[in-house]
């Protein structure tokens, strides 16, 4: 036989908890109901004091569990419909990968590039040449500006022609005495006039520096007005002379000018080697 008396202390030394062979459903739910109200709102007339204390945490409890369990009913539906940060998030990761691998059009402004150019090189630096220094020809053995021009164009010539510095100081010195290095024109020849010159002189039709004749041969008058033509075509006719380096001077002058005073070229001899190593530096 079960003893109904413990229906009133649940926690009877003993009994288990969760026991449900022994009472029908009916029965046991409306005993339960009356072990509620008789826990919650009052105590045995004689409890004991373990009991007692024990009875009264076990309503609190009940009621804290009841509590707890209306408001999860009610918060339920609530948390459902609000997703969790974290599934958020890995919601919005999955979307910005895809949106990022999307080609999207550049909003940066188009801006032409350079072409560059098919023949476009790096220029190569290079160092400015020094100028060069032109010396300064002074006029020496008593020669003026315009004397010592002419002897320059006499050395210049003859340079050109490859004529040694022996044939260079003849046909200076010859100059000097034929017209003191003074391009001449002549009185008899008004053509002569018509070109550069210096100086008129009367001796028949000699012009330019070395008094070479039109009428001999020499050339015309327009040539033998140039100072670089008369210097040729006199170094010419002394490069003909058989041994012209061995002689003197004056011989070898004479025997170009065919001259009526033979003997007056000799006197320039040392004027015109200091004209010319003036000239040659």
Avoid at 29 to 50: C, D, E, I, V, Y
Avoid at 76 to 83: E, F, I, Q, V
Avoid at 180 to 189: E, K, M, R
């Amino acid at each position: 036989m079960r003893n109904d008396g413990n229906l009133d202390d649940p926690f009877g030394s003993g009994r288990p908890a969760d026991r449900s062979d022994d009472t029908p459903s009916t029965n046991r739910s409306a005993k339960l109901q009356g072990l509620f109200r008789r826990t919650r709102f009052w105590a045995p007339m004689n409890p004991r004091p373990g009991r007692t204390k024990l009875a009264v945490a076990t309503g609190a409890a009940c009621c804290l569990g009841l509590v707890g369990v209306s408001q999860a009913g009610f918060g339920a539906p609530d948390r459902a419909a609000t997703p969790a940060p974290s599934a958020e998030v890995a919601e919005r990761a999955e979307v910005d990968p895809a949106s990022r691998a999307m080609t999207r059009p550049s909003t940066a402004p188009a801006t032409p590039s350079a072409t560059p150019s098919a023949t476009a090189s790096p220029k190569a630096t290079t160092k400015p040449k020094p100028k060069k220094t032109v010396r300064q020809i002074v006029p020496v053995a008593g020669l003026d500006r315009t004397q010592m021009n002419n002897a320059k164009k006499i050395v210049q010539a003859g340079r050109e022609m490859g004529m040694p510095r022996r044939a260079l100081v003849i046909a200076v010195a010859t100059a000097m005495q034929e017209s003191t290095l003074l391009n001449y024109a002549s009185g008899v020849l008004p053509e002569s006039q018509n070109y550069p010159h210096q100086a008129i002189g009367w001796d028949h039709d000699s012009v330019g520096l070395f008094q070479q004749r039109p009428s001999s041969g020499w050339g015309t008058v327009e040539q033998l007005m140039d100072p670089e033509y008369a210097t040729k075509a006199f170094l010419s006719a002394l490069a003909e002379i058989p041994g012209w380096q061995s002689l003197p001077l004056s011989v070898a002058a004479q025997a170009v000018q065919i001259s009526a005073f033979p003997d007056a070229y000799a006197q320039h001899e040392w004027r015109a080697g200091e004209v010319v190593a003036e000239i040659l530096g």
